[in-house]
């Protein structure tokens, strides 16, 4: 039998910690090793316990968990890092990728979304709460153009279904909402989404936003209020 995934909570309300425990139960595969309320007590849990995953929130009452994030990264690269937090604003969210989460999950969507999250954070790949997904994309679009310039070849080397997973990608809908909707599996939605990962040579969903939105496959519009 394979070893669980060790995972650390560090989070200041113990309620959250208590729902987060149960939702993160589901999974026999997982195992809450330990849990902090301070950015110091999670730092030092991080460096004593070294878990697989670290589950983070940005609001600690000692250090900010950005903060808290490049210095578990500095440290570890190799432990995974996973925002679970009540801010959604895009400025928080790239942040918290540049300083080395690999996931970040709103806390409202936790019941349905963190088991779902944590999966993609552990197999490697960037996981981002598809609720949140629009403002990014509106942000991104809103950017002033930059002197790199996206080659569109790449897209031509994707799939026809490819081309259609890429679009509701960009569009925020999870591999299971894609696999509703094309009447596949949730792991064959997940495979065409590593693959188009992997031809187009980019490592977030914030890339994959960026990319979709600079050769046009994503209407703005349907974004709005």
Request: proline share 4%; charged share 25%.
């Amino acid at each position: 039998m394979a070893p669980k995934v060790h995972i650390l909570l560090i989070d200041d309300h113990p309620l959250f910690r208590e729902g987060i425990k149960s939702i993160i139960a589901r999974n026999i595969r997982y195992e809450v090793v330990g849990e902090a309320g301070t950015a110091g007590q999670g730092l030092q849990l991080a460096r004593e316990l070294k878990p697989d995953l670290i589950l983070i929130d940005l609001s600690l009452p000692d250090q900010s968990g950005i903060e808290l994030i490049r210095d578990i990264y500095h440290f570890s690269p190799i432990i995974r890092l996973m925002v679970v937090s009540m801010h959604s604003k895009i400025d928080y969210i790239v942040k918290a990728f540049q300083s080395g989460a690999t996931g970040y999950l709103v806390k409202e969507s936790a019941s349905e979304m963190l088991l779902q999250g944590i999966d993609h954070v552990l197999k490697g790949d960037y996981y981002m709460d598809p609720s949140i997904a629009h403002q990014v994309v509106k942000k991104l679009a809103a950017l002033p153009p930059k002197n790199a310039v996206v080659n569109p070849s790449g897209y031509d080397a994707l799939t026809l279904r490819e081309q259609e997973v890429l679009v509701m990608l960009a569009e925020g809908l999870s591999s299971k909402q894609i696999a509703d909707k094309l009447f596949i599996s949730p792991k064959t939605a997940e495979n065409h989404r590593s693959s188009i990962m992997r031809k187009l040579e980019l490592h977030s969903a914030i890339d994959l936003a960026r990319y979709a939105a600079r050769i046009g496959l994503i209407d703005i519009d349907l974004w709005k209020a």
